[in-house]
């Protein structure tokens, strides 16, 4: 079994534009027994990389959660040239999964676009809503939630009860999360009663926020990208209920409906410490809207996804 995010996320053709998954994906501290569906979008970054000639970079990827994937079977990605000029290529990726009954059914769909590297015009980056403590001064989060339990604010049988819901940011990527955000007082929502530093502020100034990296060595500019989905997928989908004083039994529904990841470096490299902070803009008529960026050790905004995610009242019957 694979241990590390790199060969997690490893795909190997199958036949021309067909792609499979060496492994099937993970459930990732969710409650329901699905896979993380930053897999999914992975496997499909992963493809499309893989048919791109050299000199043609990735910026930009956006696509739609169909359904989710289970644990038990790989998944078969499909991939479309669309367009195909000196300057940008764009592919259709169709992420599939077999059912118990044989037949091949999507779990998402994107479009991945790529542009050949041009000289810079302008330069210029946004930057943070607030400073973060340095990745140097932040404890990984299985260390924070040994600090509550060494203090007595949580008992053995709550720290043990934390680390599955932790499993993706201690076992694939490197996670630090920053005592200035939200999360890091709730421990991701997990104790939605527990004041965390931003109670005076409306929820659409709130913020939380953690310098990542992947720490298993990454060969190639696929390898990247697709680790890069893979860690800007985490978090979005339950930031409301981390801001909100709420959590999965408050809920009847909870999960990404579509995205939307940038990227704005060529050289983006995410075995180096980054520092990411999540939003969330809207919330209303079912649904959420929150947004993550992504800066370098330099301070330059390198990446950025938004999502729209079903944010569901609880009812006895409600499906999605």
């Known amino acids: 079994m694979a241990s590390d995010?790199?060969?997690r996320i490893s795909i190997h053709k199958v036949d021309k534009g067909r792609y499979s998954s060496k492994y099937p994906p993970q459930r990732m501290g969710d409650e329901a027994p699905t896979a993380y569906g930053g897999y999914n979008l992975a496997y499909g970054i992963h493809s499309a990389c893989h048919e791109v000639p050299e000199g043609f970079h990735l910026y930009s990827v956006l696509g739609n959660f169909l359904r989710?994937?289970?644990?038990?079977?790989?998944?078969i990605c499909k991939t479309t040239e669309l367009r195909k000029s000196n300057s940008f290529l764009t592919y259709r990726v169709t992420i599939e999964q077999k059912q118990p009954g044989g037949e091949l059914r999507p779990c998402m769909e994107l479009l991945a676009d790529f542009h050949k590297e041009e000289p810079s015009l302008l330069s210029y980056s946004a930057?943070?809503?607030?400073?973060?403590?340095?990745?140097?001064?932040?404890?990984?989060?299985e260390q924070v939630v040994m600090q509550?339990?060494?203090?007595?604010?949580?008992?053995?049988?709550?720290?043990?009860?934390?680390r599955p819901g932790f499993k993706t940011s201690t076992t694939m990527y490197e996670c630090r999360p920053c005592p200035e955000g939200a999360a890091y007082h709730n421990l991701m929502g997990v104790f939605k009663e527990v004041a965390t530093n931003q109670e005076e502020l409306a929820p659409t100034e709130k913020s939380s926020a953690d310098w990542v990296r992947v720490d298993s060595p990454l060969q190639t500019e696929g390898e990247q990208m697709a680790s890069l989905g893979f860690v800007m997928d985490g978090m979005l989908s339950i930031l409301p209920l981390i801001h909100n004083h709420i959590f999965y039994d408050d809920v009847s529904a909870c999960s990404s409906l579509d995205f939307a990841?940038?990227?704005?470096?060529?050289?983006?490299?995410?075995?180096?410490?980054?520092?990411?902070?999540?939003?969330?803009?809207?919330?209303?008529?079912?649904?959420?809207?929150?947004?993550?960026?992504?800066?370098?050790?330099?301070?330059?905004?390198?990446?950025?996804?938004?999502?729209q995610s079903i944010l569901r009242a609880p009812t006895k019957t409600a499906k999605i």
Request: hydrophobic share 30%; proline share 3%.
């Open 148 to 162: 509550r339990y060494d203090s007595g604010k949580i008992t053995q049988t709550q720290c043990e009860n934390l």
């Open 261 to 307: 990841l940038r990227i704005f470096s060529p050289q983006l490299n995410v075995n180096d410490w980054h520092l990411r902070e999540a939003i969330g803009h809207h919330a209303g008529h079912g649904r959420s809207y929150s947004e993550s960026r992504i800066w370098d050790e330099k301070g330059n905004l390198v990446a950025c996804m938004t999502q």
């Open 127 to 141: 930057s943070p809503t607030q400073k973060y403590s340095h990745w140097r001064g932040c404890m990984p989060w």
């Open 68 to 75: 989710a994937a289970n644990t038990d079977e790989k998944v």
């Open 5 to 7: 995010l790199a060969e």
